[in-house]
Nanobody, 126 residues
Framework: QVQLVESGGGVVQPGGSVNLSCSAS????????MGWYRQIPGKERELIAT???????KYSDFLRDRSTISRDGAKTAVNLQMNNLNDEDTATYYC????????????????????WGQGTQVTVSS
């Protein structure tokens, strides 16, 4: 079973910054992408950014200029730096991973898996 543990959320003042971290553990054969989504109360979950195992990044337009996604050296953790936060950035932020591993009960067939973290709350407030 793969687990994603997020950290770094909390209360941030308007104009401030936050650095969210997410670490993956468990059996993973090969990671395709890791990423971050957020969900504002009453709205659908939305993509912020993703990064591939090769370091290719993709950002949504609404946070492109204020966020940076990165992977650590071991590539089993992903970070999200967000700057110049405002009250509209108040949300629960979720880490996600897409990876390859053995299919259930198989010894030589692989399939893709998607997992989500539990979410970390970021509240922008003075």
């Amino acid at each position: 079973q793969v687990q994603l543990v997020e950290s770094g959320g909390g209360v941030v003042q308007p104009g401030g910054s936050v650095n969210l971290s997410c670490s993956a553990s468990g059996r993973i054969f090969a990671i395709n992408t890791m990423g971050w989504y957020r969900q504002i109360p009453g709205k659908e979950r939305e993509l912020i950014a993703t990064i591939t195992s090769g370091g290719v990044t993709k950002y949504s337009d609404f946070l492109r200029d204020r966020s940076t996604i990165s992977r650590d050296g071991a590539k089993t953790a992903v970070n999200l730096q967000m700057n110049n936060l405002n009250d509209e950035d108040t949300a629960t932020y979720y880490c996600t991973i897409n990876f390859w591993d053995l299919a259930p009960g198989e010894t030589d067939r692989y399939q893709e898996y998607d997992y989500w973290g539990q979410g970390t709350q970021v509240t922008v407030s003075s």
